[in-house]
């Protein structure tokens, strides 16, 4: 996973922004962020979350992973892989737009629900930092 590039985001945010053909404040609106905290992201003062970037992308138009990218989340391969199953999707003539809609809702609840659980697991799986501390103090008295 690469770092976060926030100077580069928040150019590429403000050229999606232009081209949408919306103001600093419509685009804050639309995607339920403050004015200010929008600035901030445009001039790379700030560091947007995931769920930030997600309410960004959909109030532009354009998918989340596209910002995940810009914002060095998710490599630019990563990003592929995660469209091959929408690009199926919408590709497919046997099923009307409806259909592909909600086929597309689905998929993007079942990963958003999974990633989720992999975090609530990698959690777990670390011990706090306490524990390890006291852990180290006991092999160290024996």
């Known amino acids: 996973m690469a770092s976060l590039n926030v100077g580069n985001l928040g150019e590429f945010l403000r050229e999606q922004r232009r081209t949408a ?3 600093l404040r419509q685009l804050a609106e639309a995607a339920g962020v403050s004015n200010p905290y929008l600035s901030q992201i445009e001039r790379g003062l700030r560091k947007p979350s ?3 970037l997600q309410q960004l992308a959909r109030a532009l138009r354009i998918s989340a992973e596209t910002l995940y990218v810009q914002a060095g989340i998710l490599d630019e391969r990563d990003r592929q892989d995660l469209l091959q199953v929408p690009a199926a999707i919408l590709a497919d003539p046997s099923i009307n737009e409806q259909q592909k809609q909600a086929l597309l809702q689905i ?3 079942f990963r958003k629900e999974n990633n989720a659980q992999r ?4 959690d777990a799986a670390d011990p706090p930092a306490e524990d390890s501390r006291a852990a180290e103090q006991g092999r160290q008295a024996e």
């Open 21 to 23: 053909k919306l103001s």
């Open 50 to 52: 995931a769920e930030i």
């Open 107 to 109: 998929y993007e609840s």
């Open 119 to 122: 975090a609530t697991d990698h």
